[in-house]
């Protein structure tokens, strides 16, 4: 198999082993869950490592699938060296994290739960580094958000996981949101979503007038996935996470997300003094705050939280200098700081699941309990500190040189090398603390687990590589990883590539002097106020507004509790007819002030030209119409008879028109809503006016207002409608459909060949939310509790018939189902006909009026008629549907139909026809959007039969009338 060709396998596989892990949810064991997930991980890592050598040559590779071509919208994936590189910290941490959780999680925890979410996470994860197209990758970016989310809330029950993962989907859905915009703006600029022409498109990019906003709405995405400042807060409060969930998407994966794009995307948005500043200042301050804030930590996961932070904040300003030496460091640093702060997140886990606790006041003198495990820890925190030999000294180093380096002539760039030399200080201090407070000292006395003790080996492993990582970087640097770091530098900055060394040695010179400072006045920080720092519970007695939570909450509650107050106060409403007007009048001022301003007009056609029975026709509509909004408040059954009436006034026009599918699709959606309505009608309310009451003045006031809103919008689409009919369009897109029905899409019904073929995408995305809507109504209902005095006197009659119908002192004679055997009967009689029907209508579609819709349609009639022929009531003996898998099937019939083109080199849902001959029957018309038509004609009949379910289900709730009780209900 060609390189290419793995890359899908490679982002498919966490995917399908997240799916076969959800199905073990029944299981006790966390042992096969665990294999499987590390199978899986490993299959991955083993994918990336055997692509190094096509990298390594240089040339990215690209595996593409069409989806809309014409949009330059195709799933396509790309890996160069860089993506490469990334791919390799996800998978190669991912499998370690997995071998971890084998032994940190409970046999208590949902195990299968967690690894299916792990392995979603990956997969997300891996679909951002290896996304060719900027859109692909903003769909990645949202399920990284998504599965975060799951993992971080693993730990349900507890309130601090439940409020972590929710301020944590807040800020990154809402950075998700702006940095889609900003990669639409970014590829409107270069007329291409395609990464390559984007990366390629520096100069182009750089001087449109759109820059700016592209560049500010991109970099609050990245900005937020990366914990920087002003969003800097989520992260360590999504620390009630599992350990391994901490290792892996907290110092390795999703924070490292948004420092990738801003490289990824570094060569066409850097270089300009927006870049400079906003980012410059963004990264300073967090690597301030980040490294102030972790000293002042009592828990060991908080501390390692905030010091993630700050080495994010230390990437970020190295790629805002704009240098290529510069954005050499940023890569250097991304690697070397996954490998250490993954090994102490893991540690910090093993130190809580031997002692019971993550306080460091309780912690001290572990080292003599489990020395090993102590030894990792410490090399591992004399990484992050940047102490000599080990790899995080190296990229630090790196840091400080650039520190000294003019970049821009302001105050940010005159500060930086005392930022820098700041910041490593308090870097050194935060790791001494670390060290110190956990592992020297007298021996715990209060600790929840009395004797810690070393943890299994295989569980100790995965530290005890990434720390032998750590330490042959940072003695050989230029053997170990520098052939790996050149590919991915290469890859993002191309013929930018400067010159840079990895020695360990460089003589003694501004950044080695810089270090020394560090790690002198850090050490002399730890021991000036390392008692202090013990006793400080209240936080940092400095900035302590800026550590975010409070942040948060003040904004959750202005938002979601004065604004929404003060929307609810002025636009909310307990009723539906005002809420329905406001819709309509948004409706009406979004169509009529743009045609106004546009200098629209129309000319309507002159009364000589209207037929006088068409003209009598619309009469009968429009007084139906008209009756119906006035029988709504006496009579509500005789408003939707009424209501029917004008549908039937619309079908005719329909046919008057020359449009028959929209006719038949119009008469029969007539009947399903009004059985539909009909049957919800037992639920609505009482009457509070009565015509003996009379009507108020403010009543007659709003019927006149409503009337005045509907004869506008009515008479507003009129309007757009003759205008749409009447002038003249040369290049019509209608004549194009008319032109190539038959020859492109295999079909003479231009209606149902533009929903099945040419407009197959949008078929899919309406029959989508179609289910959506169905699965709404029925969550809805199933839930509806109407007070027993809220049914009316007839509804009530009804109800207590159905109930006396159950007792066993009753004859069969008395029984309301004695009233309804001979409807009954016919009806059953008629359900092989309809069905019949259906198939008719369904087979005729792609020719002949008809289609999936109207078929789905006509036997949700069928299944309607049995439902109240067997007395609105369905038993096993009457008929069993299971709705949800009809709609389950539907989805994924239209899809397996769209990709069943990828097989054979084509974009989704590109369709063939041609006919076929059949014994006896002749030529019959044999196309691939025939499938399709059939996912739409399941996923309608599920849908419509859903929400009947939903309605008959909550009267047996109400009421407890176990013969109203659909069987449907059950099987949900």
């Given at each position: ?276 500043m906003l980012l410059g200042i963004a990264g300073i301050v967090t690597l301030l705050l980040g490294a102030y804030f972790a000293m002042f930590q009592q828990d060991l996961k908080g501390l390692l939280a905030y010091s993630t932070i700050s080495h994010l904040g230390l990437i970020t300003t190295l790629l805002s200098l704009g240098s290529p030496l510069a954005a050499v460091a940023a890569i ?117 687990n009395n004797k810690p003790h070393e943890p299994p080996h295989w569980m100790r492993f995965p530290i005890e590589f990434l720390v032998l990582a750590c330490l042959v970087v940072g003695i050989i640097p230029a053997l170990s990883i520098g052939p790996f770091l050149h590919t991915a530098v290469v890859s993002v900055l191309g013929a930018q590539t400067p010159e840079y060394s990895l020695a ?404 989704f849902l590109t369709s063939h026809s041609q006919y076929l001959e059949l014994p006896l029957v002749g030529k019959v018309p044999a196309a691939t959007a025939l499938l399709f038509d059939l996912g739409v004609f399941s996923l309608v009949v599920g849908a419509t039969v859903l929400i009947l379910i939903a309605l008959a289900h909550q009267s047996v709730r109400v009421h407890r009338v176990r ?10």
């Amino acid at each position: 198999m060609s390189g290419e060709m793995l890359l899908l396998p490679l982002i498919a596989l966490p995917f399908l082993g997240s799916v076969a892990a959800a199905l073990l949810l029944r299981t006790d064991s966390r042992v096969f869950p665990a294999w499987l997930a590390g199978a899986v991980a490993f299959t991955c890592l083993a994918i990336t490592a055997a692509l190094y050598p096509a990298i390594a040559s240089g040339r990215a590779l690209r595996y593409e699938i069409a989806w809309l071509p014409e949009l330059d919208l195709n799933f396509t994936l790309r890996m160069d060296g860089f993506a490469w590189m990334f791919s390799m910290l996800v998978t190669g941490i991912g499998f370690l994290v997995v071998l971890y959780a084998r032994y940190y999680m409970s046999e208590s925890d949902p195990v299968p739960r967690f690894f299916s979410f792990l392995l979603s996470f990956m997969g997300a994860m891996l679909g951002i580094v290896i996304s060719g197209n900027v859109i692909l990758l903003a769909v990645f970016w949202e399920l990284t958000s998504i599965f975060s989310f799951l993992l971080i809330s693993y730990w349900h029950q507890n309130a601090a996981a439940r409020d972590g993962a929710r301020m944590a989907l807040t800020i990154t859905g809402v950075g998700g949101f702006s940095l889609l915009v900003g990669l639409l703006l970014l590829g409107h600029i270069v007329g291409s979503y395609d990464l390559d022409r984007i990366l390629a498109a520096g100069d182009t990019i750089r001087l449109h007038s759109l820059y700016l906003p592209a560049l500010v709405l991109i970099l609050i995405g990245a900005l937020t996935k990366s914990a920087q400042f002003p969003f800097h807060f989520w992260l360590p409060n999504a620390m009630a996470a599992p350990t391994p969930v901490s290792a892996y998407l907290h110092s390795a994966t999703m924070v490292k997300a948004g420092v990738f794009l801003l490289a990824r995307l570094w060569p066409v948005l850097s270089g300009s003094y927006e870049w400079f500043m906003l980012l410059g200042i963004a990264g300073i301050v967090t690597l301030l705050l980040g490294a102030y804030f972790a000293m002042f930590q009592q828990d060991l996961k908080g501390l390692l939280a905030y010091s993630t932070i700050s080495h994010l904040g230390l990437i970020t300003t190295l790629l805002s200098l704009g240098s290529p030496l510069a954005a050499v460091a940023a890569i250097f640093h991304m690697m070397n700081h996954a490998t250490f702060k993954a090994s102490l997140f893991m540690a910090a886990g093993i130190i809580d699941h031997e002692t019971g606790t993550r306080d460091m006041r309780r912690l001290s003198g572990l080292f003599r309990f489990m020395p090993i495990t102590a030894t990792l820890a410490m090399v591992a925190s004399a990484a992050m500190a940047g102490v000599p030999l080990l790899n995080g000294f190296l990229s630090k180093e790196m840091f400080f040189a650039e520190a000294v380096e003019t970049h821009a002539d302001s105050v940010l760039d005159r500060i930086l090398p005392y930022v820098a030399t700041l910041a490593g200080a308090l870097g050194v201090a935060y790791s001494l603390r670390f060290i110190h407070t956990v592992f020297f000292g007298p021996a715990p006395t209060d600790l929840p687990n009395n004797k810690p003790h070393e943890p299994p080996h295989w569980m100790r492993f995965p530290i005890e590589f990434l720390v032998l990582a750590c330490l042959v970087v940072g003695i050989i640097p230029a053997l170990s990883i520098g052939p790996f770091l050149h590919t991915a530098v290469v890859s993002v900055l191309g013929a930018q590539t400067p010159e840079y060394s990895l020695a360990v040695w460089h003589g003694i010179n501004t950044p080695l002097i810089m270090s020394a400072v560090a790690l002198v006045g850090g050490t002399a920080i730890y021991v000036v106020f390392n008692d202090y720092l013990a006793r400080c519970e209240d936080g940092p007695p400095y900035f302590r507004h800026l550590m975010g939570q409070r942040i948060f909450e003040r904004i959750l509650v202005t938002v979601s509790w004065k604004w929404a107050r003060w929307m609810e106060s002025h636009f909310g409403t307990r009723h539906l007819q005002p809420q329905m007007r406001l819709v309509a009048a948004a409706g009406f001022l979004a169509g009529f002030v743009p045609l106004f301003f546009a200098g629209f007009h129309s000319e309507l056609p002159p009364l000589s030209t209207v037929d006088p029975v068409f003209a009598v026709v619309w009469a009968i509509g429009i007084f139906a119409a008209l009756g119906a909004a006035y029988q709504a408040k006496y009579h509500r059954l005789a408003a939707l008879v009424l209501l029917g009436g004008a549908g039937l006034v619309t079908c005719i026009t329909f046919i008057w028109l020359s449009a028959p599918d929209l006719a038949i699709t119009q008469l029969l959606v007539e009947v399903v809503t009004t059985v539909l309505i009909l049957l919800g009608l037992r639920w609505l309310p009482k009457r509070k006016e009565t015509v003996d009451e009379g009507i108020t003045l403010s009543a007659r006031i709003r019927r006149l207002r409503d009337f005045a809103l509907a004869v506008a919008c009515g008479v507003g689409m009129f309007i757009v409608a003759v205008a749409v009919m009447t002038l003249p369009v040369p290049d019509a897109i209608a004549n194009y459909f008319l032109e190539h029905a038959y020859t492109e899409g295999g079909g003479r019904n231009v209606v149902n060949v533009i929903l099945v073929d040419f407009r197959g995408f949008d078929t899919f995305g309406e029959i989508a939310v179609l289910g959506v809507v169905a699965l709404t109504v029925f969550a809805l209902l199933r839930r509806f509790r109407p007070a027993p005095d809220s049914v009316g006197a007839p509804e009530q009659q009804l109800i207590q018939n159905a109930i006396d119908d159950e007792r066993p002192d009753r004859s069969a004679g008395d029984t309301v189902r004695d009233y309804l055997l001979v409807p009954s009967i016919v009806m059953q009689w008629l359900f092989p006909v309809i069905i019949t029907f259906a198939v008719y209508i369904f087979m005729r579609g792609h020719d002949l009026p008809g289609g999936g819709f109207a078929a789905g349609i006509t036997m949700a009639i069928g299944f309607l008629l049995q439902y109240l022929g067997s007395g609105t009531r369905w038993t096993e003996d009457h008929i069993r549907i299971l709705p949800l898998r009809w709609m389950g099937l539907g989805l994924l019939t239209a899809f397996a139909t769209g990709a069943g083109s990828w097989l054979l080199g084509y974009p989704f849902l590109t369709s063939h026809s041609q006919y076929l001959e059949l014994p006896l029957v002749g030529k019959v018309p044999a196309a691939t959007a025939l499938l399709f038509d059939l996912g739409v004609f399941s996923l309608v009949v599920g849908a419509t039969v859903l929400i009947l379910i939903a309605l008959a289900h909550q009267s047996v709730r109400v009421h407890r009338v176990r013969a109203l009780e659909p069987a449907g209900a059950e099987d949900i």
